[in-house]
């Protein structure tokens, strides 16, 4: 079953003293649900702290992929995932264990995920310049997906192989640009950005494995049965006859 | 740019507090929630300890359905002299719609001005 992509929704949230950022609601359908959250978050003091929680609708909470501390300890990126949302509209609420100064937030939902295995070996990345570049390996049959960040952003270009999903540029908060991309396993295992101009980046990417049928069949119960032959007896192998008697 | 709700004084009192719903305009597609903050310049605004859920929701129907919509938590004290803390983003489409807000408060009285500023 191939993967598609579904729907996106993202904020930015700035001015210091924010914890949490609820992202508009978005609506997920389809089979194999799975949906990805991207969040970049900055503190202008020693250390931005981790994504305590993403969680979806209330109840469904991310599973994080990577929450990556560039080496400068201010800008920091997380990417997480859950599998099988519902299949409804809901928000979703991303939490930092401790206040940030600013923060983008995305998150997208595709289909034609596999539900038990969704994804491979993720690869990051940090940096200092204007080539924002990830390798992760991914089958043929398989979707690459990366969150890129680029701090005080005035524009990127993604490689030739990606599909832009979205990108967000927060305004007030140094202009920073976050986005998600995606590309096919077959290409070239290289997720990458060109940033505008050198500046502060992180990049993440996973692989995203495709299910295997649109329809599972587990097998629930054994069914066994046993049968048995009676013996005949003398009677019934010479009926209506003289039963002989063998004498040694 | 529209400012449907234009710097208005709020003291809020632990507790939540509703405000709206407002119209938005049928052209716009960009909205900000935005509280104002405690600096040096505005001492008596959203103090230390004073923490502040603020949620939304929109209409895309009249105010007939809401949707959960932007939101953030944070809070108060002077945080490096930063005046607003605010959280951004896209509308979808659409005639009729509308948006209202909650303001969740703990911790102590939020005394801050609300802007909703919508492009």
């Given amino acids: 079953m191939a993967i598609a992509y579904d729907t996106d929704s993202t904020s930015t949230a700035d001015g210091g003293g ?16 799975w949906c990805f959250a991207a ?13 305590s929680s993403v969680v979806r609708g209330g109840s469904e909470t991310f599973t994080p992929k990577w929450d990556v501390l560039h080496a400068d300890n201010q800008h ?6 859950f599998t099988n949302p519902a299949e409804a509209t809901a928000s979703v609420v991303v939490t930092w264990a401790s206040t ?4 983008v937030v995305g ?12 994804t491979g070996t993720h690869g990051t990345a940090t940096g ?12 043929a049959d398989e979707w690459l997906i990366d969150s890129g960040w680029v701090a005080t952003g005035a524009g990127f270009t993604i490689g030739a192989d990606q599909t832009l999903r979205f990108s967000v540029q927060d305004d007030n908060w140094t202009g920073s640009i976050v986005g998600c991309s995606t590309q096919p396993g077959s290409a070239d295992d290289i997720m990458s950005w060109t940033a505008d101009g050198s500046m502060t980046w992180v990049i993440g990417a996973v692989p995203i494995k495709p299910a295997t049928s649109g329809i599972t069949v587990t097998q629930t119960s054994v069914i066994s049965a046993t049968a048995s032959v ?14 002989p008697t063998i004498t040694l | 740019m529209a400012l449907l709700i234009d710097h208005q004084s709020i003291n809020v009192p632990a507790g939540s507090r509703e405000f709206g719903p407002v119209a938005i305009p049928d052209a716009l597609t960009q909205v900000a929630l935005r509280l104002a903050r405690q600096t040096t310049a505005t001492p008596t605004l959203w103090a230390a300890g004073v923490t502040v859920d603020l949620k939304s929701w929109c209409s895309l129907d009249g105010g007939v359905t809401w949707l959960q919509w932007l939101g953030f938590g944070a809070v108060g ?9 605010s959280v951004e983003s896209a509308l979808p489409p659409g005639a009729g719609r509308q948006i209202k807000l909650a303001v969740t408060v703990a911790g102590g009285t939020l005394v801050s001005r609300l802007t909703v500023e919508t492009t």
């Fill in chain 1, 107 to 118: 998150a997208f939902a595709l289909t034609g995920v596999d539900q038990s295995t969704p």
């Fill in chain 1, 230 to 243: 009676p013996t005949p007896s003398a009677a019934t192998l010479y009926p209506g006859s003289v039963i």
């Fill in chain 1, 100 to 103: 940030v100064s600013g923060a």
């Fill in chain 2, 77 to 85: 004290g002077n945080f490096h002299e930063m005046a607003e803390s």
């Fill in chain 1, 128 to 139: 200092t310049g204007t080539a924002v570049t990830v390798t992760v390996a991914a089958a």
């Fill in chain 1, 18 to 33: 924010v914890t949490s950022i609820t992202i508009p609601t978005f609506a997920t359908s389809g089979s194999n649900r």
């Fill in chain 1, 39 to 51: 969040a970049a978050a900055y503190l202008s003091v020693p250390t931005t702290p981790a994504v």
């Fill in chain 1, 76 to 81: 920091r990126s997380y990417g997480g995932f």
